[in-house]
């Protein structure tokens, strides 16, 4: 497989690329839950989110589950809450506010493959990872 680094992988139901998920990423409101493993470079969802064509937004107990090769990883995000993080045994929040913007989720000298876990808060909607 190629190394993330270089692409994105979209989160809505028109371009969702590299989705693992144990339910159909369509168009609507639905609770997800994560499947017993998730395939290198690819993502995940748990709790309730409302998915359009371009994004998803979270509601209950949202998260997602990403496996990735890269060194750097970043979100697409939007909306006012908090992202929370864990990577490498560490947990790191973030206040979201506003109009979309990149977050950096990892950051590292050298491309290494790894699994992250983002929760949200309700009412943020997400767009993309990209990596670096």
Do not use: C
């Amino acid at each position: 497989m190629l190394p993330s680094a270089g692409r994105e992988t979209y989160l809505g139901s028109a371009r969702a690329t590299g989705y693992a998920g144990d339910a159909a990423l369509a168009p609507g409101t639905a609770t997800f839950h994560y499947p017993a493993a998730v395939p290198d470079d690819q993502f995940a969802l748990t709790g309730t989110w409302s998915v359009d064509p371009e994004s998803l937004t979270s509601k209950a107990n949202a998260g997602i589950t990403l496996n990735y090769q890269a060194d750097d990883v970043y979100l697409d995000v939007g909306g006012t809450g908090t992202i929370t993080v864990t990577a490498d045994g560490r947990t790191t929040s973030y206040p979201v506010s506003g109009a979309p913007n990149i977050y950096t989720l990892l950051n590292r000298s050298t491309p290494e493959r790894g699994s992250l876990q983002v929760s949200l808060s309700p009412g943020l909607s997400v767009y993309s990872f990209t990596f670096g």
